[in-house]
DNA sequence: GTCTATAGATTGATAGAC
DNA sequence: GTCTATCAATCTATAGAC
């Protein structure tokens, strides 16, 4: 329950991210989010349109946030295998799953043109932000030229994605962390003298 | 909905398994199951005890079906690389997400051990079988022997449960099948006189 | 701007007629 | 074995007092 010096619109969208997060859109009902945030039933409403108006609010800071996380690693120091490994092995809480991947297996997201829209921009921000990476790594002869940056930019984004799938699934993040290690064996780079 | 000669425990198990591919758990409620299924209120809690014991049956059923169909493309014919490839390439209803994997998602799917239980199996299985089928191409000398089989397992079954997301996101099949090609370059073995 | 009261629909489940 | 009727609780939303 959210309090303190923060505003009941503020309070309103921290509960709906945090339950999004949790149980999904489907999941997820007005009620539980006013308990959450300690505000009545009549606050929800004066700030936002309904439960789509809110979870849009949420959604679009859960996907400013992920996006800029992950950038920031991305865009941080080293080689390109080094960037990508570190976007790969970043602190995570696997078994929470991903905020914003989840969103894709709630129908009502996927039907709405406007609740969708955060979800794929991040995740095709990302998934190209990766693309430049191994473009810039085949330049600098650390990738082999066959591969294609696009698609391994997809290779990379799904891994994590359906390593939480995997570790949801066994409860138990360790299948996560084998997908990831699997990956990154495939994508080692190729050193002089090194045959595969 | 369901008609024909088929018994009414049979219409509710099959009409629970599509809204629970379409919906997941928590967006599938009773009244929708028996509707599709053409089914009074009754006849639901004659057969069984309730939701979750309908989504059981359901889920096991499913479960079922994806093992032999995954196993029956992993046990055929061709090379280690062949059979992975023909398990990442075969058809796919991109779109619609994978029946098991997407249950993982759903918060009163993971809060079950009962429910989870064959979600879990069927993933670990499919994930050591073709862990298998990656060690038996390290000793025939097409994958190099510095790849870990149950780490390959987990990166292939991945991207294909995250390559659902993507292109669930980005609404098209494009992303799940660039990834799907990104694997598959990365995994391309080794032929003779070849560097990568 | 916040609250409680209330609404009509739906949820998961039970009772009891046929 | 199937149906309709009914249940208490919850769902999303609105009304209106403060």
Redesign the interface.
Known sequence: MYSGGVSTPERLIESTRELLW???Y??TSPKAILERAGAGQGSMYHHFKGKPDLALAAIRRTAQELRASAERVLDGPGTPYERIEAYLRRERDVLR??PI??L?????I?ASAEL?AP??ET??RI?RRIAEIVEEGKRQGQF?P???G?????????????????A????SPA??D??????L????P?TPGQ??
Chains 1, 2 share one sequence.
């Not at 894709?104 to 009502?108: E, K, L, N, S």
């Not at 949801?168 to 409860?171: C, D, L, Q």
């Open positions: 949790e149980r999904g489907v999941g799953g991903c991947g989840r894709t297996m709630d129908p009502d996927i969708r979800v794929d995740i095709d998934r082999a066959a591969l294609d696009e698609e391994i930019g997809a290779t990379v984004l799904a891994t994590v994605q359906g390593g939480y799938v995997l949801r699934a066994a409860g299948p996560f084998a997908g990831v290690r699997g990956l064996a495939l994508l080692a190729r045959e595969n």
